[in-house]
């Protein structure tokens, strides 16, 4: 009897080992889902003629070959797919497309000055970037040089920390401010440093 | 021909009488007076010709093309009689207030989003500060929230620190150390 690959559609000849597909629901399920295909379409189609060629799985899952089939360790799943069957997704495809459309969502024309970023107005810059709160700014410092100057330039106009550094020791909480190396202020610790409650 | 002049530049006559404004691409915008002034550059060159204010021949905005003056007037004749936008900060965290907009400039943003940057250029050229700081505005809003790499990606800036600065950059953001 010819018997086919459920997977590749291939005619497994007699010397193709043949591997039976599970009757259990569930490991079928399992072995669909591995290889991509549609488990509710697929699930209840499979009969006697749908096998799957040997080479769907790894070696060390093959325990032995009889003339009819191949025996596998009771936890084989198939391979992903590989190949390139065209009634399956491509999936670098698809991936491909999401990334453009990301990538298109993020930039839009309008988001690239005509000039590039460099020919823009430095006061352009410091504008937009005057909306943006502490958080964002601190972040955008990491976006070039020409970004962290213009964030630590206008540090004055900018709304960034006062504080740079608030530390514990015993029953006081220390603060320092940006330039300074000593403590600036200390405050009597009152509550667990989870509650970050202090006075 | 008799040239045609601005007389008494201050009064309320004079806005609405027609200049000619000609742009870069020689293009040429008959506006009313009063719309025109809504930009500053523009009233400070009406105030500074005075009498001898051509309004036939134009004056020149060797800065501005035709397609962005035109929406830039779009703005313009909406404001006319707006009054001046307050820039204001939160007092406790020093964060700048976002404007509130009408449904009529949300639209207008949306109509020219494709063409956010010729705007706060134009704006920020012909002094008009509600285009100006609404585009900036805008602006930061699609920035908001983006990764450092996504705003390099937007902008097309070249990442230019070293790990070593990016690594103090980061010591010095992390303040909370107990």
């Known amino acids: ?199 | 021909m008799a040239t045609e002049s601005a007389n008494g530049v201050s009064s309320p006559e004079l806005n609405e009488r027609d200049v000619v404004i000609t742009t870069n691409d020689n293009r040429n915008f008959t506006v009313k007076i009063g719309v025109a002034r809504v930009s500053k550059t523009i009233n400070n060159m009406i105030q500074d010709l005075g009498e001898s204010l051509d309004l036939s021949s134009g004056i020149p905005l060797p800065n501005v093309d035709g397609p962005i003056f035109e929406k830039v007037l779009e703005w313009c004749e909406e404001h006319k009689n707006a009054p001046e936008i307050k820039v204001e900060q939160d007092p406790h965290t020093r964060e700048r207030k976002w404007f509130t907009m009408t449904e009529w400039e949300e639209e207008y943003f949306r109509k020219f989003l494709s063409h956010l940057w010729d705007l706060a250029m134009a704006a920020n050229y012909l002094e008009i500060p509600s285009l100006y700081y609404y585009t900036c505005q805008k602006l930061a809003e699609r920035i908001k929230g983006r990764t450092p790499e996504q705003i390099r990606e937007m902008f097309g800036i070249e990442d230019d620190l070293t790990e070593e600065e990016k690594a103090e950059i980061r010591r010095t953001n992390v303040w909370c150390t107990y």
């Open chain 1, 1 to 199: 009897m010819e018997v086919t690959c459920l997977c590749c559609k291939k005619v497994l000849k007699d010397k193709a080992y043949p591997v039976k597909i599970p009757d259990n629901n569930y490991i079928r399920q399992h072995w669909l889902a591995v290889m991509k295909m549609d488990v509710k379409k697929n699930i209840n189609k499979i009969d006697k003629q749908n096998y799957l060629c040997s080479t769907h799985f790894d070696e060390e899952d093959i325990l032995g070959k009889t003339l009819n089939e191949t025996i596998l360790h009771y936890e084989a799943l198939p391979k992903p797919l590989k190949f390139k069957a065209k009634k399956f997704i491509n999936e670098e495809k698809v991936n491909r497309i999401k990334e453009q459309q990301v990538k298109e969502s993020l930039l839009g024309e309008e988001m690239l000055p005509k000039n590039g970023w460099r020919q823009l107005p430095s006061e352009i810059k410091f504008i937009i970037l005057s909306f943006l709160c502490k958080n964002d700014l601190e972040k955008y410092q990491l976006v070039s040089s020409e970004w962290n100057k213009i964030i630590l330039g206008s540090s004055n106009t900018f709304p960034l920390r006062q504080v740079e550094t608030l530390y514990r020791q015993g029953d006081y909480c220390f603060l320092t401010l940006p330039g300074f190396s000593k403590c600036f202020k200390q405050f009597k610790y009152i509550s667990t440093p989870s509650s970050g409650n202090i006075i």
